[in-house]
């Protein structure tokens, strides 16, 4: 029999009674072992060879986890310093024996907790007791670490998993391949196998010199595993943005532009946002370092603003009868919102006086200074709107909704009255989460008031909403962590198979 040369070293370095993996037919034979791979996966085809499958879990420490391998875990540290300091006859206070136990920032509360859940001594009032029998030494965790950091095999166990949750080891799968010899292939073995030449690449020189006339081609096999190669492509986020947009032109909406760094004027005066209003205060806003102040307001506009805010609009009008400074309104600020763009463009100021029906969107960036968490980020995608006409009511705005969202394969929308100081009626929305069942608020809206509209110079209804594009995207994909598609902790995979269809 002739094979080519790759898969006639293979069968000859196979055996009968002894499974092979791939990686120890490489060594054996001197071959890469994607090429041992592709030969076997021939000579599986010709009955030669039995090739298994089986996933391979492999456990090894993370960075953090080699860092306790050289220095001990936090825990077993803190309990080895209590001691010293004679903790184990009286409570000691606590920041000495951190001090001496090296621990710092993070570190601190690991130990803390780990101290406490392992029984190591006791932490009350500021001070800490050690257990004199307690043995960091034997401690299950501790073994399992250090004899994974040297090569050892165990995947599971309790100890195992608790490594696991606490970060220290990572877990992972590969797919091992094993070949055995068949008895058609003993056969061909004894009968005899010659090396055939086969040419795996047509060269330059094959051409030049007429050889490629005569020698034997290898053959493709398009069957093969291979390994998979990970193209960029553009984020999901990005790509159900431009989905949106596309279905809101489509409702017959134009898209809005505006400055990221706008004054508080346009992101909360203009929106009769009362100047001493708790989400004005430097703790939510992002404020700037230099330039600290727009240059210039449209001065007309500021004036019915500044009046609107003191005395309200209209015979019965009630403004905050609070002060209103303009220098105030003219200081500088990442937009915690793009209802910005939507008064810039209500007032006149961006394209000229516009005259109803209009229908204007966003989907744009606003940033807050919100705390982290699996539904909150420090920035995130505004999808802004707004329509402007005669005779709206709430009915208007809840059919947009239900014929926005039902292009997005979400049809369970609910309404919660709620408040803003520019909307009345105020309305949040709701949608279901589709793994946890859960109630995800995903936008706020209303019909916004005349003590925002008359100043702009509007007059006429509009109804107007900011509803959030991760928030969507949560409910699309079914994920439940915003943190799957930003930062660090991104899920890959998610981020790689994710099909954002239309
Ligand atoms: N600005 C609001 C928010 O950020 C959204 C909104 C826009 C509500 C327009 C009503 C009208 O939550």
């Given at each position: 029999m002739q094979l080519p040369q790759a898969q006639a070293a293979v069968l000859e370095a196979a055996s009968t009674r002894e499974a092979q993996s791939i990686d120890e037919l490489?060594?054996?034979?001197?071959?890469?072992?994607?090429t041992v791979t592709g030969a076997a996966f021939e000579l599986q085809e010709e009955g030669l060879v039995a090739l298994s499958e089986r996933v391979e879990e492999t456990v090894t420490p993370t960075d953090e986890g080699l860092e306790y391998?050289?220095?001990?875990?936090?825990?077993?540290?803190?309990?080895?310093?209590?001691?010293?300091?004679?903790?184990?006859?009286?409570?000691?206070p606590m920041g000495q024996v951190i001090g001496a136990a090296g621990l710092e920032g993070a570190a601190v509360d690991i130990a803390l907790s780990n101290y406490a859940r392992k029984g190591y001594g006791g932490i009350e009032g500021g001070k800490i007791s050690a257990d004199p029998t307690a043995e960091p030494g034997a401690d299950p965790e501790a073994r399992a670490l250090e004899s994974l950091a040297e090569g050892g095999e165990s995947s599971s166990g309790e100890a195992i998993e608790t490594l696991e949750r606490r970060g220290l080891v990572d877990r992972s799968e590969r797919?091992?391949?094993?070949?055995?010899?068949?008895?058609?292939?003993?056969?061909?073995l004894m009968e005899g196998v010659e090396v055939a030449e086969t040419v795996g690449r047509l060269t330059p020189e094959l051409l030049t010199s007429g050889e490629w006339r005569d020698v034997e081609f290898a053959e493709y096999n398009v069957g093969a595993d291979a390994e998979r190669i990970e193209g960029g492509r553009i984020h999901i986020l990005r790509q159900t943005a431009e989905r949106v947009k596309d279905v809101l032109v489509g409702m017959g909406f134009r898209e809005m532009e505006g400055p990221h760094v706008d004054a508080d004027f346009w992101i909360n005066d203009c929106l009769f946002m009362p100047q001493d209003h708790p989400a004005r205060?430097?703790?939510?806003?992002?404020?700037?370092?230099?330039?600290?102040?727009?240059?210039?307001?449209?001065?007309?506009?500021?004036?019915?603003?500044?009046?609107?805010?003191?005395?309200?609009?209209?015979?019965?009008?009630e403004g905050y009868h609070s002060p209103w400074d303009e220098g105030f309104a003219r200081a500088l600020a990442l937009r915690g919102h793009t209802t910005s763009l939507s008064a810039r463009y209500l007032s006149?100021?961006?394209?000229?006086?516009?005259?109803?029906?209009?229908?204007?969107?966003?989907?744009?960036?606003?940033?807050?200074?919100?705390?982290?968490?699996?539904?909150?980020?420090?920035?995130?995608?505004?999808?802004?709107?707004?329509?402007?006409?005669e005779g709206l009511s709430v009915r208007d705005l809840m059919g947009t909704f239900e014929e926005f969202y039902a292009q997005f394969g979400i049809t369970d929308l609910e309404f919660k009255p709620h408040y803003n100081p520019y909307t009345?009626?105020?309305?949040?929305?709701?949608?279901?989460?589709?793994?946890?069942?859960?109630?995800?608020?995903?936008?706020?809206?209303?019909?916004?008031?005349?003590?925002?509209l008359e100043p702009l110079g509007v007059d006429c209804d509009v109804m107007a909403w900011g509803l959030a594009l991760e928030r969507l995207l949560m409910l699309m994909y079914g994920f439940e962590d915003i943190r799957d598609i930003h930062g660090t902790l991104c899920d890959l995979d998610l981020l790689r198979n994710t099909e954002v269809t239309y």
């Open positions: 490489a060594a054996a034979t001197g071959l890469p072992p994607e391998v050289e220095r001990g875990l936090p825990e077993g540290r803190l309990h080895r310093a209590a001691r010293d300091a004679g903790a184990d006859e009286e409570a000691v797919t091992v391949r094993e070949l055995t010899l068949t008895e058609a292939g003993v056969t061909a205060t430097h703790w939510d806003r992002f404020a700037l370092e230099e330039p600290t102040h727009i240059g210039e307001l449209p001065a007309e506009l500021v004036e019915r603003v500044e009046r609107a805010h003191r005395g309200g609009v209209g015979p019965d009008g006149g100021h961006e394209i000229g006086e516009l005259e109803p029906p209009q229908r204007f969107f966003s989907v744009e960036k606003v940033y807050r200074n919100d705390t982290l968490d699996p539904t909150h980020l420090l920035e995130f995608f505004q999808i802004e709107g707004w329509v402007m006409a009345e009626p105020s309305f949040e929305l709701f949608g279901t989460h589709p793994t946890t069942g859960e109630l995800v608020e995903i936008g706020n809206s209303g019909i916004f008031r005349p003590e925002m």
